[in-house]
């Protein structure tokens, strides 16, 4: 069962993968934990943009805990980390 | 049955399934061990065949003997021995090299070379043991790295040595860009169960199919229109359009050819390095989904691009991750805490870092026999037309993020004739930049003017 506050950040993240899918291939098909490059959502530079978004959102410092492009990978794992750093 | 059907003939149930029945045998005797196992002992044996090639070489400072290669080879397995030994260990590496391990492994490399450059006849077999080495690092450097930072990220737990070496001389193929990535993102595409295998393995042979494809193609290229044609020419009536190859164009400044066929020429030497990468990584691709991991393919219909990102991403696939993974990511990442109100200069950086600094890096490194021999600004030298391929490349990327940035979001924009004009700009970009980056001895100057000369703008003689 997913808690509130994860279903109310994985309803922020959708909102904010909606502003950077691909036109023609919108958020709404892809799973949560499909991977969001390997279903084309973004390509996998446009993995900034959900750094960017992490760090402003949540204030997570990716120079200091180093960057794993595989914790952005679905948003299970984005929530996972987030879950991880805001604890 | 429909065409786009067929083309996906290894996503259709019933074919999976009449896989599973007819290769069951196979498939089941096939587990993750088993195929490990046999991609490692292939490592082995490409790891011998490549090391004996070495031997006789006189483009070093010493002909290399076998006893100096039997003792490099044992050095280097010792080598990869203690990086596996370190990644597995990284907790209690000391702080600098777990806050810096590319850094740390880069910096063995030079010290290699140093010790290379240092090193005289008087030392005899040791001589050629470190000339090998630093001849055969740049191999293994990025392979190594992707061991490295798959412990940075603590996925280390539950590999073996065996796990990693498979990377390390792949009997799959490779060049000293790493396809397939390391181990980390291998075993996440491995294929878990039968189902999942034969999937896989289909998933191979349509690449198969597609790189034969493609090398046919190549093939009728070379008889159809570059001039004076192949064997196949002859053999379809001796008739050839005669366009000539872009390296030759670049040569001889676009002299004496009319600025439309310079422009096809342009064009086709785009479609033919495609047609190159494809056919090549296909092959390499296929055979690790063969074997279970149903990894991204290097080059996935980059000509339909319709930016320049997405062309890049899909051209050369393990070469843009490697410059991702290594150069534009920690770069990005590092920045945060500065640049953090300034988020065009971050990319901006990050793109620079990846594809100007670490293009050339690569590349650089990849001249090995000039590096052994301490020719680092001739090796410079050689590359001074890839530094303006690079910033003009690192800057298209960079305007393109930008753009694409700007257009995400918004639905698919409707229209054919747009939708081809930027398949045309994309086309063009790339097929210009390339005049800096087509081999053959033509000099920096030489390809500025044949760049001119499309425009009609060929310098005075």
């Not at chain 2, 069951?24 to 090391?51: D, Q, S």
């Not at chain 2, 490295?148 to 390390?168: C, I, K, P, S």
């Not at chain 2, 001889?252 to 785009?270: K, N, P, Q």
Request: aromatic share 14%; charged share 15%.
């Amino acid at each position: 069962m997913m808690g509130a506050q994860r279903e109310q950040r994985l309803q922020d993240l959708i909102r904010f993968l909606r502003t950077i899918q691909k036109p023609n291939r919108p958020i709404d098909s892809v799973g949560v934990n499909e991977g969001l490059v390997a279903s084309g959502l973004i390509d996998s530079l446009a993995i900034v943009q959900i750094v960017v978004y992490l760090e402003q959102t949540y204030g997570i410092d990716f120079a200091a805990g180093g960057f794993d492009p595989d914790r952005l990978a679905t948003m299970a794992s984005i929530l996972d980390l987030i879950e991880e750093t805001c604890r | 049955m429909r065409v786009d059907q067929l083309m996906q003939f290894h996503e259709d149930p019933r074919v999976i399934a009449w896989w599973q029945v007819r290769f069951g045998g196979m498939l089941a005797w096939l587990t993750p061990f088993r195929r490990r196992i046999i991609l490692a002992t292939g490592a082995v044996w490409v790891m011998v065949k490549e090391l004996r090639s070495l031997i006789g070489t006189d483009d070093l400072a010493m002909p290399v003997e076998g006893r100096g290669v039997v003792l490099a080879g044992l050095v280097l397995l010792g080598l990869a021995w203690l990086f596996y030994r370190a990644a597995a260990g990284f907790a209690s590496l000391p702080a600098w090299i777990r806050q810096h391990p590319q850094l740390a492994l880069h910096g063995v490399y030079w010290g290699f070379l140093g010790l290379a450059w240092l090193s005289t006849p008087a030392m005899g077999v040791w001589q050629q043991v470190l000339l090998v080495v630093a001849l055969v690092f740049p191999f293994l450097v990025w392979r190594f790295g992707y061991m490295l930072l798959m412990a940075q990220y603590g996925r280390m737990a539950g590999t073996r040595f065996y796990d990693h070496f498979l990377t390390f001389w792949p009997v799959y193929g490779g060049s000293n860009t790493p396809y397939g990535k390391g181990m980390g993102y291998l075993s996440r595409c491995e294929a878990k169960n039968a189902e999942e295998l034969a999937r896989s393995q289909l998933a191979g042979i349509k690449l198969l199919i597609l790189s034969g494809l493609w090398n046919v193609t190549l093939d009728l290229m070379e008889a159809l229109f570059y001039g004076p044609g192949n064997a196949l020419t002859a053999r379809l009536g001796g008739y050839t359009v005669g366009i000539p190859k872009l390296s030759q164009l670049v040569a001889d400044e676009g002299a004496g050819t009319a600025f439309w066929i310079s422009w096809i020429s342009v064009y086709c030497e785009l479609i033919y390095q495609v047609l190159r990468h494809a056919v090549r990584g296909h092959q390499i691709v296929a055979v690790l989904r063969i074997f279970g991991f149903n990894v991204f393919r290097n080059t996935y219909k980059p000509l339909l691009s319709e930016s320049i990102v997405e062309f890049w991403n899909r051209y050369y696939y393990y070469f843009k991750e490697l410059m991702a993974n290594f150069f534009f990511l920690p770069t990005f990442a590092q920045l945060g805490s500065r640049l953090r109100n300034w988020p065009r200069v971050r990319l901006f950086a990050a793109v620079f870092a990846a594809a100007f600094v670490g293009n050339m890096y690569y590349h650089l490194i990849k001249m090995n026999e000039l590096m052994v021999q301490g020719h680092v600004l001739d090796g410079l030298y050689e590359l001074r037309s890839r530094f303006f391929y690079c910033f003009l490349l690192a800057l298209g990327i960079y305007i393109s993020m930008l753009r694409e940035q700007r257009r995400a979001g918004q639905p698919a924009t409707p229209g054919r004739l747009r939708r081809f004009l930027r398949i045309a700009g994309v086309w063009t970009f790339f097929g210009l930049i390339f005049i800096w980056n087509v081999k053959g001895g033509a000099s920096f100057t030489a390809r500025v003017n044949f760049f001119l000369s499309l425009f009609g703008l060929a310098p005075a003689a």
